[in-house]
């Protein structure tokens, strides 16, 4: 059964500091690794999908990558705004069924 | 993409009653799900809604409690019954279009038992 687990649980940096949240995961048998955006009380903003042929993926201030031998993803989040605050879930989809394994989260804060 | 409006946004209910919950997509969907997520946690898979079929349940999950319609491609219903306080969440309709494609969220529907 896929486990996944997300360090830190809570981050507060500064505005304009680089930053890196991390996803792990158990079963590197995995179809994607998706991360979310999610401000408090409401749905999942997709920000990137790796497909697991691919080892990372780009969106403007965003880089994701993917290492599947190790279980291992992470999302760089670049030159950081107060508007970035808000909590990141990496989820990965392992088998035909496209279900969904979320991780714990990382509740981010960009101070001014 | 795929834009997915979710019914209601929010509701306050009282315990022992039932409601439903609706997610419409603007497009054809392969798949659509039901996920939990209860206060402070991440978020749960409930089922996976099958058209014009019965829903596929994860463990833990009953269709007794929480029946499922999907009359078509772009519908479903998700209904929360007999409600207790445990049952407070913000529940989530998601879709995907095919095998290992981008999934998608609706903006949830958060739900207060009392």
């Known amino acids: 059964k896929q486990e996944v687990t997300q360090i830190p649980a809570a981050l507060s940096v500064p505005e304009g500091e680089n930053l890196v949240l991390n996803c792990s995961f158990t079963d590197s048998a995995i179809y994607n690794l998706q991360w979310f955006r999610q401000d408090p009380g409401k749905g999942l903003t997709s920000l990137l999908l790796i497909q697991s042929s691919q080892r990372e993926q780009t969106s403007g201030r965003l880089n994701a990558s993917l290492d599947k031998s190790s279980g291992r993803s992470t999302l760089y989040i670049a030159a950081s705004q107060p508007g970035d605050s808000a909590t990141y879930l990496c989820?990965?989809?392992?088998?035909?069924?496209?279900?969904?394994?979320f991780g714990t989260g990382t509740r981010l804060q960009v101070t001014l | 993409s795929a834009v997915i409006s979710q019914k209601p946004s929010r509701d306050i209910c009282q315990r022992g009653t039932s409601l439903t919950i609706q997610c419409q997509v603007d497009s054809q969907v392969t798949m659509m799900f039901w996920y939990r997520q209860q206060p402070g946690q991440s978020l749960t898979l409930i089922a996976t809604a099958n058209q014009g079929s019965e829903a596929t349940y994860e463990s833990g999950f009953v269709i007794d409690k929480f029946p499922i319609s999907r009359p078509n491609l772009t519908f479903s219903t998700l209904t929360v019954s007999n409600m207790s306080p445990e049952d407070s969440s913000i529940y989530l309709c998601s879709v995907v279009k095919g095998v290992g494609t981008e999934a998608f969220f609706g903006q949830g529907t958060r739900l207060t038992v009392v």
């Open positions: 989820a990965g989809q392992t088998g035909t069924a496209s279900k969904l394994t």
